[in-house]
């Protein structure tokens, strides 16, 4: 019977080029042999023990399956497991997975199964390039008190098998969560959850809601209620009593039809601590609410006004006492300068009318009274600019708890509304 020699080198160089499975191939069919160590080589023979055989057979589908992973698609999240701790009863919790795709073709996300009501996704639907990165979003309802712990299957154009990630928490009642972080604002021992509403921009015919929430940190049981609430308000409390070391809910309501004036409308409530509380600077909540106009203009028009403003973010330079009162008002600076100490601060925002009708200003407002705006037209003609200056004196900064910013109402069809953020270094 014939011998077939084969060097160690050769097998292992073979072995090493991914080589091996043709050469192996040739040998055990065409030779009729399989192979077993003899002195540093080699030997094929016709009686073989089985064991040999079957380290042949491994060797080459552990080949082929190496070959049919090269092109598969991977999805790299940065977590796949995320914990949300504890959270509030009927407090919606997200987690955002966070994903790269390392491979070098597009990565598409094709779907996201929760496996239940409870939790809703979203997730980035376009492709992802090579080093590119999406998310997928998974977000709890958080209606049931416990433990929670949900598994989401993540499907892409890689692999017909998911990527699993995974969600888990505690739902728990207010006794269980950081009270100083629900409710930041102390009224005595009375907590809110905010001394600042803005209600959404509203038109005569609408209606909108929000919360306040809060909570009894006093010993005896309180009765929720706000004072001097304006007629185009109305509220809903519930629960009306709280124990000690509750919380509650109180919901306002404003009414479009009743709101008095278009654009900015201002005002304050109070929360009282106990009855018969009086009304002060140390109780207050300020309310604002932006009212539009009704009326539909036509933004395919050809002859209207077009307003551009200069910026929408207008950053002036705060240092010293004037740097104190922007940081009593929870304002971080945006930028660096070297002003030296002010406590009354300018700057400009220019206005042009791109369009080929004249543009008006109906109403410039400033939500925080610290702010005054100055403008010596409100009228201006197609293709002229004015020039708004603004003012800002510390002294009044922290006196209003709406944040710097100016509204415009005007008759541009395809910019009705605008808002100038005022930011300062």
Not at 251 to 268: A, K
Request: glycine residues 8%; positive net charge.
């Amino acid at each position: 019977m014939q011998e077939i020699l084969i060097e160690k080198s050769v097998f292992l160089k073979c072995l090493c080029k991914k080589l091996c499975f043709q050469y192996i191939f040739n040998i055990f069919v065409r030779q009729k042999g399989v192979f077993y160590a003899d002195n540093g080589q080699y030997t094929s023979r016709e009686c073989v023990k089985d064991i040999e055989m079957k380290k042949i057979i491994i060797l080459i589908f552990s080949f082929l399956g190496l070959g049919g992973m090269v092109n598969a698609q991977k999805i790299s999240f940065a977590d796949n497991a995320i914990s949300k701790g504890t959270t509030l009863w009927k407090t919606p919790v997200t987690a955002v997975f966070s994903f790269t795709n390392k491979e070098k073709t597009p990565l598409v996300v094709k779907n996201v199964d929760a496996g239940c009501g409870c939790v809703s996704v979203e997730w980035t639907k376009t492709p992802v390039e090579r080093g590119g990165k999406g998310e997928v979003k998974v977000t709890y309802d958080a209606k049931q008190l416990g433990t929670y712990d949900r598994y989401i299957d993540v499907y892409t154009n890689g692999s017909d098998k998911p990527v699993k990630v995974r969600m888990s928490g505690r739902i728990s009642n207010v006794e269980d969560i950081d009270v100083e972080q629900l409710f930041p604002y102390v009224i005595d021992n009375v907590r809110v959850s905010t001394n600042n509403i803005e209600f959404p921009d509203i038109y005569g015919g609408d209606s909108a809601t929000v919360k306040i929430e809060v909570y009894n940190a006093g010993r005896e049981v309180y009765s929720p209620q706000l004072m001097h609430l304006p007629s185009y308000i109305t509220m809903d409390v519930n629960p009306k009593l709280l124990p000690a070391g509750r919380r509650g809910v109180i919901e306002l309501t404003v009414h479009g039809d009743l709101v008095p004036e278009l654009g900015l409308n201002q005002t304050s409530i109070y929360v009282p601590r106990f009855p018969g509380d009086k009304v002060g600077t140390n109780n207050d909540i300020e309310v604002s609410t932006v009212k539009l106009s009704d009326v539909q203009l036509d933004k395919n028009s050809k002859v209207a006004p077009r307003m551009k403003l200069s910026t929408t973010e207008l950053v002036l330079n705060s240092h010293g006492s004037f740097a104190n009162a922007v940081g009593k008002l929870g304002i971080k600076p945006d930028f660096l300068g070297k002003v030296g100490i002010k406590t009354k601060m300018q700057g400009v925002v220019t206005i042009t009318n791109r369009g080929n009708a004249p543009l008006t200003l109906t109403n410039i407002q400033a939500f925080n009274r610290a702010i005054t705006v100055s403008i010596p037209n409100t009228t201006i003609a197609p293709g002229q600019k004015a020039q708004m200056k603004v003012a800002v004196d510390s002294r009044f900064l922290g006196m209003s708890k709406a944040q710097p910013r100016i509204l415009l109402i005007t008759n541009d069809p395809k910019m009705p509304k605008a808002v100038v953020n005022v930011k300062f270094e």
